[in-house]
C-alpha cells in the first residue's frame, strides 16, 4: 500500500522498472510508512479543499448577478415595442433597476407568463431583484398608460383635439407641431399632383389612424412623429406608391386624397373601392372633368373655419356651394387641394385597388350606411328616393 502510494506521488518514479519491495516488519520501516500515510492524508485533504475551493469559484462564475429585494428608489422605464427579453433585460441594466440581464432573462423564463410582457413605460424600482422586477412588469398597475385610440376619418384638428385630452399636452403645441410636414417624417415626393393643381402641404391624411401609447416623456412633435411613422409604414406594407402610380396613373398624393374622400363619405367598408372608383370616374374619365359634389368637403371646409360638421340634409345651398371655400366640390371640378380626413388602411386600399366600373353617382340608401351606385342622373333619381322612402335625411321634403 505505501509502495503504491509512494509511486503514485513520486513524479520521478520510473514505472517500467521495478521497485524494491520493504518487508513489513521492523520499526525502521514502520516509521516511514506511518509518515508516508501522514503525508498523504494531509495532501489529499489539501487537494479535496482545492477542489471545494475552485467549485465554488466556477459556480459564482456562472451564477447570474442579481440584486435581492423588491428595490429602491423609483424610476420609469420604457420598454420599445417587440423588444426580446434580452434587449429588455439590457435596458433594465442601463437603468439599474437590475444587477444583469442573464438574471433577468432567467427569470423571465422562469415564470409562466415571462413572455408576456408588453413594450410601453413602466413605474420599477431601482436594484431590485430579477424576480420583482419580472412581477411588475407583468402587473398591469405598473404600467404608465397613456394610450388613445384614433378612429378612421377623424381630421387633423380632431385627432390634436384627442391628442390634447390623452396627453395633458396644449392643443396648440400639436398645431405648432404639424406646420411642418415633412420634419415630422412624411416623405416630401408626396406633396406632388399630376392634375396641374398645387399640393397643400399639411399632415392632414398622414396621421394615421390607430391605437398609441404614447411614452409621457414624449411632446408634441415626437408624438407626431410617431403618427407620421406608422402611416409610412403602412403605404409601404400595401406597396401603395408604387401600385398607384404604375396602375392608375395618378400621383400617390391624389390617391391619398381619394382615400380620405371615401373614407368620409363610405357607411361600410365594402363600398370603400366602389366611392373611391366614382372620384375616378368623375376627376379623370369624363372630359371635361365633373365637380364631385361630395358634401364631406362642405363639412371640411366648416370644421377648418371652427364649426361643426352637419348632416349632409342640414347643410344649406349656401355651405355646400361656398365660392370662398378651396374645397368646394360642388361648383369646382377635380381633387380638392389635400386630404380632408385621415383614412384608414381599407380606405388606402381601395383607393389603391378601386372597384371596376363606369358608375358617376352614389347615394346611401339604408340606416345601416349601404350604398347604392348609378351610371346615369335617372338611376341616381331614383336611388336617391329609396333613400328616401328608408328614412335616409336627404333633404326629402324639397324633392316633390
Not at 435581492?68 to 420609469?76: I, L, Q, R, Y
Not at 376619418?153 to 411642418?180: H, N, R, Y
Not at 406633396?191 to 390607430?210: C, H, I, M, Q, W
Not at 389603391?352 to 350604398?371: E, H, I, Q, T
Request: aromatic content about 8%; glycine content about 8%.
Amino acid at each position: 500500500m505505501i509502495d503504491e502510494l509512494d509511486l503514485a506521488f513520486d513524479e520521478h518514479a520510473d514505472k517500467t522498472k521495478p521497485r524494491h519491495r520493504r518487508g513489513r516488519g521492523g520499526k525502521k520501516g514502520s516509521g516511514k510508512s506511518g509518515i508516508a500515510f501522514l503525508m498523504a492524508f494531509v495532501l489529499l485533504a489539501v487537494l479535496g479543499g482545492g477542489a471545494f475551493f475552485g467549485y465554488n469559484k466556477v459556480k459564482g462564475f456562472f451564477t447570474a448577478a442579481d440584486y435581492d429585494g423588491t428595490g429602491g428608489e423609483a424610476v420609469a422605464v420604457t420598454i420599445e415595442k417587440n423588444a426580446t427579453l434580452t434587449e429588455i433585460g439590457n435596458t433594465l441594466v442601463d437603468s439599474d433597476v437590475v444587477k444583469s440581464t442573464k438574471a433577468f432573462v432567467n427569470a423571465a423564463d422562469a415564470n409562466p407568463k415571462g413572455k408576456n410582457i408588453q413594450s410601453g413605460t413602466y413605474n420599477l424600482k431601482k436594484q431590485m431583484s430579477a424576480e420583482s422586477a419580472v412581477t411588475l412588469l407583468l402587473d398591469p398597475k405598473s404600467r404608465v398608460v397613456r394610450g388613445v385610440t384614433f378612429r378612421e376619418g377623424l381630421t387633423m384638428m380632431q385627432t390634436f383635439t384627442l391628442l390634447s385630452k390623452a396627453t395633458k399636452i396644449p392643443e396648440q403645441d400639436f398645431v405648432e407641431a404639424a406646420k411642418d410636414p415633412i420634419a415630422l417624417g412624411v416623405p416630401d415626393y408626396f406633396f406632388n399632383r399630376r392634375d396641374g393643381k398645387t399640393a397643400k402641404k399639411s399632415v392632414e391624411g398622414f396621421l394615421f389612424p390607430d391605437t398609441y401609447e404614447f411614452d409621457p416623456k414624449m411632446d408634441a412633435k415626437a408624438i407626431l412623429e410617431v403618427m407620421v411613422g406608422r402611416f409610412v409604414d403602412t403605404v409601404t406594407e400595401l406597396g401603395f406608391v408604387d401600385d398607384v402610380q404604375k396602375n392608375l396613373s395618378v400621383s400617390p398624393f391624389e390617391a391619398l386624397i381619394v382615400a380620405s374622400l371615401a373614407e368620409a363619405e363610405s357607411g361600410v367598408p365594402k363600398d370603400l373601392p366602389k366611392i373611391a372608383r366614382v372620384a375616378y370616374n368623375r376627376t379623370y374619365k369624363q372630359k371635361p372633368a365633373m365637380p364631385l359634389q361630395f358634401d364631406v368637403t362642405a363639412n371640411y371646409w366648416l370644421q377648418l373655419k371652427g364649426s361643426a360638421a352637419k348632416h349632409s340634409g342640414q347643410l344649406s345651398p349656401q355651405e355646400l356651394n361656398d365660392p370662398k371655400n378651396p374645397y368646394n366640390s360642388v361648383s369646382q371640378a377635380g381633387l380638392p387641394p389635400g386630404p380632408i380626413d385621415n383614412p384608414g388602411k381599407a380606405a388606402l386600399e381601395g383607393a389603391m385597388k378601386p372597384a371596376s366600373g363606369p358608375w358617376l353617382f352614389f347615394v346611401a340608401v339604408d340606416k345601416a350606411g349601404n350604398s347604392a351606385f348609378a351610371v346615369t342622373d335617372a338611376e341616381h333619381e331614383n336611388n336617391i328616393d329609396k333613400a328616401c322612402a328608408n328614412g335616409i335625411d336627404l333633404n326629402c321634403a324639397n324633392r316633390k
